[in-house]
């Protein structure tokens, strides 16, 4: 083996190495989906980065880093004014009627699609978003203060004005129950304000029952009807009356076209009857979203975060291909960002063009 060879080896092998280090090196803080595309938010040695995934390639989100980045022409800013982005360090949270929504530090922001827009956080300015769901007319931010004294609040958006609910606990989590037009409310508070409680909201809070002492919810979803619930007492639904219906140790349950639970035994399927388990990812997971036919799956395991795409049986590991995202803006940015709902909209619309259309014409001949 010649110099020239062992000088190749050696910088292929350092490539390697260094690829390896920056996989295990990140952190991701957010993956959420609008049905036909994906954002991811991760954090690496050299700060926090977002990225959209289109279910073929991602796209370096232009998260601006320093002043002479809002003169980007890709995405508008707004305001176009450094100290609304100084140490702003976004992390994708949620989707919202054709908006993706960002928590930063201080402040909330929001694209859809042209403008990415900052505001400050409403109500907290030591706030940070740990869980955010979406409705049809609304969408509710929980929150949490980073300050000494720590609890939970939830926020109501309309995609543009905010209101305070008047519920603050230690633990809160939330579903949205399209079949009511309402929200289920979980709220945890220990201490001499202890409550262990589940709440309806439709405009006004209405307590349906209280739990036992040591009854904790990790996670709720809704299916359109039915509220799945995991808790350290197994899988309960809500359907008007609360049911247990598996000692399962889900501790994540996501709806989306199907039922997807994550517990430490791995992953299940659920149809309303079935438990089915899926390949064994090898993470622990932490964030599930569907994007069109597939399943995105974030988890951590030994240190090491890996973003994977779950398909017809199939595990694929989406994490060196996060982190050499392709330049801003994607291929078709018009359409790109628009979710399956905005779609059937717009494919509605260009239907009843047509037919006006051919009526006009039949109508001359």
């Excluded at 859809?112 to 409403?122: E, K, Q």
């Excluded at 929200?183 to 202890?194: F, H, K, T």
């Excluded at 076209?257 to 791995?266: F, I, N, P, R």
Aim: glycine content about 8%.
């Amino acid at each position: 083996m010649n110099a020239r060879t062992l000088v190749i080896v050696g910088l292929l092998l350092l490539a390697l190495h260094a690829s390896a280090v920056t996989a295990e090196n990140i952190k991701i803080w957010g993956l959420t989906s609008n049905g036909t595309h994906a954002m991811v938010s991760y954090y690496k040695d050299d700060g926090f980065h977002t990225a959209l995934y289109d279910g073929s390639s991602f796209y370096e989100f232009p998260i601006p880093r320093k002043p002479v980045d809002l003169n980007r022409t890709a995405i508008d800013y707004e305001p176009n004014e450094w100290s609304y982005y100084d140490e702003l360090n976004p992390v994708v949270v949620g989707y919202f009627n054709g908006t993706w929504i960002f928590d930063g530090l201080e402040r909330l922001a929001f694209f859809d699609g042209r403008t990415f827009r900052v505001v400050f956080h409403p109500g907290c300015s030591a706030c940070m978003v740990t869980e955010f769901k979406s409705g049809t007319h609304n969408a509710l931010f929980v929150s949490r203060t980073v300050t000494m004294l720590t609890y939970e609040t939830v926020t109501m958006f309309d995609g543009g004005q905010f209101r305070w609910i008047n519920i603050t606990g230690d633990s809160i989590h939330v579903a949205y129950i399209p079949s009511r037009d309402s929200w289920l409310i979980y709220l945890r508070n220990g201490g001499d304000l202890y409550e262990n409680s589940l709440y309806l909201y439709d405009g006004s809070l209405e307590k349906l029952l209280d739990f036992s002492e040591g009854f904790k919810v990790y996670s709720m979803d809704s299916n359109g009807s039915v509220v799945l619930l995991a808790t350290n007492y197994g899988l309960y639904s809500y359907n008007g009356t609360i049911n247990k219906i598996s000692t399962m140790d889900a501790y994540l349950v996501r709806w989306d076209g199907c039922w997807m639970l994550a517990t430490s035994g791995g992953l299940f399927t659920y149809d309303g009857r079935n438990f089915t388990k899926i390949t064994d990812p090898g993470i622990r997971i932490v964030y599930i979203t569907r994007v069109n036919d597939f399943w995105l799956i974030a988890g951590v395991q030994k240190g090491q975060w890996r973003l994977l795409k779950y398909h017809d049986g199939m595990f694929e590991d989406l994490t060196s291909e996060l982190l050499n995202a392709k330049p801003w803006p994607p291929s078709d940015s018009d359409h790109l960002l628009q979710g399956s709902h905005e779609r059937r909209i717009i494919c509605l619309v260009c239907a009843l063009m047509l037919f006006s259309l051919l009526l006009l014409l039949k109508r001359r001949v």
